[in-house]
């Protein structure tokens, strides 16, 4: 069994700074692809940032030059370095990973159970 749990959200003002952790554990053979996504009230669930194995980022371009994804692959974490919040970026965040366990020859993704994130003043 796999499971992400994530931390760091909560509430911050505008132009404020978070830094989301997600941490993968369970039977895990590899991990390929992890990210995060975000889903605001009454929105869809949309991409935020994805981070590659081999460190290559990805970002969605409302959150480019202000937010930076990284990970540390011998720990199985990934995290998200949020600066210059604006009240548009409040909303749940969810990590997800591509992971292989021990017991598969193939990848599935796997999502954490999110952490709010709220920008107000």
């Known amino acids: 069994q796999v499971h992400l749990v994530e931390s760091g959200g909560g509430l911050v003002q505008p132009g404020g700074s978070l830094r989301l952790s997600c941490a993968a554990s369970g039977s895990i053979f590899s991990i390929n692809d992890m990210g995060w996504n975000r889903q605001a009230p009454g929105k869809q669930r949309e991409l935020v940032a994805a981070?590659?194995?081999?460190?290559?980022?990805n970002y969605a371009d409302s959150v480019k030059g202000r937010f930076t994804i990284s990970r540390d692959n011998a720990k199985k974490k990934v995290y998200l370095q949020m600066n210059s919040l604006k009240p548009e970026d409040t909303a749940v965040y969810y990590c997800?990973?591509?992971?292989?366990?021990?017991?598969?020859?193939?990848?599935?993704?796997?999502w954490g159970q999110g952490t709010q994130v709220t920008v107000s003043s």
């Open positions: 997800n990973a591509d992971i292989r366990t021990s017991s598969s020859l193939y990848y599935y993704k796997y």
């Open positions: 981070i590659t194995s081999g460190g290559r980022p």
